[in-house]
């Protein structure tokens, strides 16, 4: 587990520190992600496809890139 010193920082750092804290204590369902090394606005993450639809068993990687807009606007996803 990486921390994040967020002392001060902007509304978004303690967002996404937050956010960090959520995914670790109560991840969702079927779904893992976590910023990169020591990059709180850059997030690798994985989504597994639901069972009974063409996509059970499969595993699709994302990577999620955050702005200082965040909350406001949605990361940036790309696969």
Known sequence: MVLYKVCGGSDTMKRLSLEVKLMEDDPPFGSWAEPDSDNLFIWQGFILG??????????????????????KQPPIVTI
């Open 50 to 71: 639901p069972p009974d639809t063409p996509y059970d068993g499969g595993k699709f990687n994302l990577k999620l890139v955050f702005t200082e807009a965040y909350p």
